[in-house]
Every structure is written in C-alpha cells, then in structure tokens.
C-alpha cells in the first residue's frame, strides 16, 4: 500500500498531454467501489479535448460489458470499444491462431460464456482438449487440475495458456484474492509443462487490443497504472509512455528500489496529476476540491 509521507523525491509529472491514455482500472481509477481522487475529472477533461482514453483490465472474470456498468454507476459512462480486458484479448487470439481448437477454460462464466459465442467447443474430456486455459478462476478445484493434467501429461495432447500472469488481485483494505498465477503454477506443477502464452498485460498482444482502431503513436501515448510487473513493464516493452500511480500496489520504496531500465516515465500520488499543472491553473483546480 502506498504511504502519505514524503513521497516527494519520486514524484514526477507531465508537462505536457499525450496522444492516448490506457488505463489500468484496480487501483488506478478505482479501488473496489469508489473512484479514486480526482479519476473522474480526469477523465472527463481528457474526453472533452477528445483525446482517446482506454481502460485495461488483466481480470477475466467480468465481461467488458460489467466493467461498462461498473463505470457507469460510478459516475464515469464509458463505450464498451472503450474497455479491453483478457475475455477480450483471449477470446481473439484463440480465433486468430486456434480457430478450430477444442477448449478447456479454467474460467468462471464470462470466459467461457465468450468463447462459446465465437464458436468454440468447450470440453472436459481430456481426451479431447487442444488447449488448457488458465485463468482467474474462483470455482478451481481438484477436479479441472486432474482434467488438465490428463490433457497435457496423459494424452501429451494439450498444450497451456494463460490469461494473465497476477499473482493476487488488490482487494480494498490490503487484502486479496489468488489469481491466474496461482492456477498456472499448479498446472504447471504437476504436468511439468510450461504456459506457451499470456495474453494479459505486459504481454504487447493486450497493448495492440487496446489501441486497435486509434490513429496514435504508441510512443507518444502513456499506460497509466498501479502494479509494476505488468503495467509499466507493458509501457517499457513497447517504448509506450507510463505513469505510475501510487494508489494500489507500488508502493514508494518500490519505486526507489527500482534502476533506470525499468522505471517509469511518470510517478503520482493520485491519477489526475497527469493533467499538466497549467490545465490545472485553467481549471482553477485543486487537490482539496476534485
Ligand atoms: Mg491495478
């Protein structure tokens, strides 16, 4: 957890607005239930001087259209082409690469429910499965790790992959919840076989998902989030712009632990100092009034 005092010898800010924003939503525009200070307007002004805002999830247990909801209800309406999580970018890099592939989702209903709609068959029988899927998954038990070990170890059939790579996901409060790592590293364990792909941040295949459709240089965009290992090593992977937020998991002697190769263009205490200081001036706002 970030902590209030001095954090002023790792600050730094924007001078200047970039191209696009992608942004990280746990820990970056909200924490649980409640935006965090100064999200809103935020991204309120960089919507009306119509510069591109995308937001990113890594979690696969909600479709884009419940993160839709969610941002809606609080108070941030937001087009669902506007939300790219790891249903999204799994779902079509199976059907770009694996069009024909039998499945075995390791996955809560979103996932499954998406890949189905594209026409996969899923599967546990093991004798059948091409492709054991990890993921974020709540309902993992006993049963779909003997279904993917028979897969992979027994038939020498299917092969791994992952939807992400978090180890936990933040939860308010300091707590949290196994996620995909977890899964992978049980699979993993006992098949002796390696996941061949993540298709969540920082793999790039989630930055171009992103970005899809936006007349952008990525070099002149900034990935905005919380956790070090997958948003900002996503940005330094694609020489995209990055700005650390000190609201989730980073904390500041985590950023001093870091060296230069891996530290990110920006760090801030809360998400809305990446407006430039003079559109603050303009806007006549303070940290006290958001
Ligand atoms: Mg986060």
């Keep these: 957890m970030s902590s209030d005092t001095s954090t002023a010898d790792i600050l730094s800010v924007p001078t200047d607005f970039a191209q696009a924003y992608v942004f990280d939503l746990d820990g970056t525009i909200y924490l649980g239930d409640q935006l965090l200070p100064g999200a809103k307007r935020m991204i309120e002004e960089l919507r009306r001087r119509r510069i591109p805002v995308r937001f990113l999830s890594n979690n696969p247990t909600k479709d884009p259209e419940q993160y839709v909801e969610k941002l809606t209800k609080l108070g941030l309406p937001t087009d669902i ?3 790219c999580n790891t249903v999204v970018t799994t779902t079509r890099w199976l059907k770009e690469n694996h069009p024909n592939a039998k499945l075995f989702p390791v996955a809560e209903e979103p996932l499954k429910r998406a890949l189905r709609k594209a026409g996969f068959t899923l599967t546990d029988d093991p004798s059948e499965i091409d492709i054991v899927i ?41 707590r949290g919840e ?12 006992c098949t002796q076989m390696k996941s061949q792909v993540n298709l969540g941040k920082p ?18 965009c900034v990935m905005v989030g919380d956790r070090l290992q997958t948003d900002i090593q996503m940005a330094l992977d694609t020489n995209m712009g990055s700005a650390c937020v000190l609201t989730g998991e980073a904390t500041p002697d985590d950023i001093r632990a870091l060296d230069d190769a891996h530290h990110p263009t920006y760090v801030l205490d809360r998400v809305d100092q990446l407006i430039p ?14």
Aim: charge should be negative; hydrophobic fraction near 45%; proline fraction near 6%.
């Design 134 to 174: 990890a993921s974020y998954d709540r309902t993992f038990d006993y049963h779909k790790l003997q279904v993917a070990f028979d897969a992979m170890w027994f038939y020498k059939r299917a092969f791994l992959i992952q939807t992400n790579p978090d180890h936990f996901c933040p939860f308010p409060g300091g």
């Design 81 to 83: 082409e506007d939300i």
């Design 277 to 290: 200081a003079s559109a603050w001036r303009e806007l006549g706002w303070t940290e006290d009034n958001d």
């Design 203 to 220: 793999s790039p295949i989630m930055l171009a998902e992103a970005l899809q459709g936006l007349d952008v240089e990525v070099s002149r």
């Design 178 to 189: 196994p996620d995909c790592a977890a899964v992978v590293a049980a699979i993993e364990a």
